[in-house]
């Protein structure tokens, strides 16, 4: 099955400064790859996702590069402010025809801690 | 759109005793998966529903978890009996029929913290 390794496993930033996190996933058949925030105490949420026809994608702060080649992915947050502080999940999918469904698989986990 | 719902939130239970969780998906959304999800760890799939059907449940310890999800809706996950190292936080998610655009999206809901002692 798919294995996904994410590194590192914890992150501390000033405010401010960029934030990267990366991700190495092992079955090429993964084509979907989302990224998910988990404040403490509640539930994973999605903050941005990429498909495998894109290499990169930008939601304002938070931005996802993708390389097929190498089979790994990255998470990049700049003007990080203390409200980023969460753990961030990479996670990559693939769809499997037999059941007809995608399958999803995550990382360990970075908890970052952005410092006032 | 309401999210995905799950009950209870917590549950404190002694060891070799049995406990059931509920989740009720996204309205329209076929896939069901239930995660474990243990303190500082990425959340492992313990089994994958479509519609009705059991897609994956590979990594579920079928000695004594067991799940279901009648008239592919709701979902009840069980443990009997239960161990400590049980203790984690189990997670419901859901997403629409794959092979649409833009529907490969996986909502999750606010999780059980289960505390087995």
């Known amino acids: 099955g798919e294995n996904v390794e994410q590194h590192p496993s914890t992150l501390s930033v000033q405010e401010g400064d960029s934030a990267v996190i990366k991700c190495t996933y092992s079955?090429?058949?993964?084509?979907?790859f989302p990224w998910y925030k988990q404040e403490l105490g509640k539930r994973p949420q999605l903050i941005i996702d990429?498909?495998?026809?894109?290499g990169e994608k930008k939601d304002q702060r938070i931005a996802v590069t993708l390389n097929k080649t190498a089979k790994h992915f990255s998470l990049h947050i700049t003007e990080t402010q203390p409200e980023d502080s969460a753990v961030y999940f990479c996670a990559a999918s693939m769809y499997s025809k037999g059941p007809g469904a995608y399958q999803f698989y995550f990382g360990t986990g970075t908890s970052l801690t952005v410092i006032p | 759109e309401a999210g995905v719902a799950q009950s209870p939130r917590y549950k404190i239970i002694e060891k070799r005793q049995s406990v059931a969780f509920w989740c009720n998906p996204i309205?329209?959304?076929?896939?069901l998966y239930w995660y474990q999800q243990i303190l500082g760890q990425g959340p492992k799939l313990l089994i994958q529903f479509q519609n009705n059907g059991v897609v994956d449940d590979s990594q579920l310890p079928k000695d004594r978890f067991s799940a279901e999800r009648l008239k592919g809706v709701d979902s009840t996950l069980k443990i009997q009996p239960a161990k400590l190292e049980d203790s984690a936080v189990y997670l419901c998610?859901?997403?629409?029929?794959?092979?649409?655009?833009?529907?490969?999206?996986?909502?999750f809901g606010p999780g059980t913290r289960l505390t087995v002692l």
């Open positions: 309205s329209g959304h076929a896939t």
């Open positions: 998610a859901s997403s629409k029929q794959p092979g649409l655009a833009g529907v490969h999206e996986q909502f």
């Open positions: 079955d090429s058949a993964s084509n979907y």
């Open positions: 990429i498909r495998s026809n894109v």
